[in-house]
């Protein structure tokens, strides 16, 4: 049975009961989705709006803080329409009443307010030329730094790194741990952005998060992040949530991936493929320079059968002409073999800075609540830590801290 905090007397005080509860219920019930008819339906001048959700055996009191900003007064909820709220139970402590704290309400059939604000953005950016194609940056051929905006935990990122690793082996990757979902997620995506662009160690950065609802997925419709990402310097990848999914970032971004997997397919090409490219290239280089040197022999010797009193002058040409194609040969050959040797260089280069590398000898990243932990002090003891190995995961929880 859960333990709760006595009263120097033996018992709680209203105020501390109410506390216990309001932290019980808010962490139970972060998420739901309630369907209900709307009564006592109220707009205040403050812009919030208040009121009632109920069915046939009972009823809940809920609110939706500014309201108007979100969605203006033609849209207010009126008495006795059905609706589906999307948010999270609260109490209410100075009444000791619970409520629902409302971030989306959808009209039976509707999208609700979230999908008027994606519009109604939409609009404005597209007419301040925020999507148009002609500013858009291309992504650059042969990257040797991949920056990623992204939670650190999570399939996503582990799709991205093993995709990446997959195809070209030994590119540098730098994560920027964001939180991608709730309200602090566009600041902490806009602050992933802004770093990398000062910092200036990247070639192209990928911004995104995997599949999740509706709701889960509105960080990357805000105007901040819009803004965010043309405002970059460096090409910006938008890869947020399903192939069906698309947000104001995927508009706004320079290329849109359909999903985090298939932007870490866009960003690097593939190390297979090069080589195959290469080989076809040093074949069709010589197969066209014998044509070409085929073709002066055809000619140098029907010159010669014309012109016999200077057998002699031809046959030295021609010795001199097989030397030139000694030669050509042997240096394509070695020019070839000093590109290849350059490209496994910076193929080991690049695989020394891989951060899987680095996790594949020993070492980990530990994260609190998406964050990743640097120092002992930012955590407590029997907290809850993740741990992302070189293969695979784990959930460990606090027993001791050293400094």
Do not use: W
Request: hydrophobic share 40%.
């Amino acid at each position: 049975m859960p333990s709760y905090p006595e009263h120097s007397a033996g018992f709680l005080t209203v105020s501390e009961l109410t506390s216990e509860l309001k932290k019980f219920v808010s962490g139970r019930f972060r998420d739901v989705r309630v369907e209900g008819e709307v009564s006592n339906a109220k707009l205040y001048p403050s812009g919030h709006f208040y009121f009632t959700l109920k069915d046939d055996l009972a009823m809940i009191r809920g609110v939706v803080f500014n309201y108007i900003s979100r969605i203006g007064e033609s849209q207010v909820v009126k008495d006795g329409e059905r609706v589906v709220c999307v948010g999270r139970v609260d109490i209410y402590e100075k009444r000791g009443e619970y409520q629902l704290v409302v971030s989306n309400i959808v009209m039976k059939g509707d999208r609700g307010f979230l999908y008027i604000r994606f519009l109604e953005l939409k609009e404005k950016l597209l007419k301040e030329g925020l999507f148009d194609e002609a500013r858009k940056k291309p992504l650059p051929a042969f990257p040797t730094r991949i920056g990623i905006v992204t939670s650190p935990v999570g399939a996503a990122v582990r799709d991205m790194l093993r995709i990446i690793s997959e195809r070209f082996d030994g590119v540098s990757i730098q994560i920027y741990p964001a939180t991608v979902q709730g309200e602090e997620a566009p600041l902490a995506i806009v602050e992933g952005i802004k770093y990398f662009n000062e910092a200036f160690e990247v070639d192209v950065i990928i911004v995104g998060r995997g599949g999740g609802a509706y709701e889960d997925l509105a960080p990357f419709n805000t105007e901040a992040v819009a803004r965010a990402i043309f405002a970059s310097v460096i090409p910006v990848v938008s890869a947020v949530g399903h192939e069906v999914d698309f947000t104001i970032s995927d508009f706004v971004a320079d290329v849109r991936a359909p999903t985090p997997s298939a932007a870490a397919a866009l960003v690097v090409p593939n190390r297979g493929n090069l080589s195959r490219s290469i080989s076809n290239l040093k074949s069709n280089l010589v197969q066209g320079m014998s044509a070409v040197l085929g073709r002066a022999k055809y000619r140098l010797v029907r010159e010669i059968m014309e012109f016999k009193d200077r057998e002699g002058f031809f046959s030295s040409q021609r010795i001199y002409l097989d030397d030139l194609t000694g030669n050509l040969t042997r240096n394509l050959e070695l020019y070839v073999r000093g590109l290849r040797t350059k490209c496994d260089a910076l193929a080991q280069r690049m695989a020394d800075l891989n951060p899987f590398a680095i996790l594949g000898r020993g070492y980990s990243i530990i994260a609190r609540r998406g964050n990743v932990v640097t120092d002992a002090s930012q955590v407590k003891t029997n907290e809850e830590l993740s741990v992302t190995l070189h293969r695979g995961g784990l959930r460990v929880t606090v027993k001791n801290k050293e400094y």
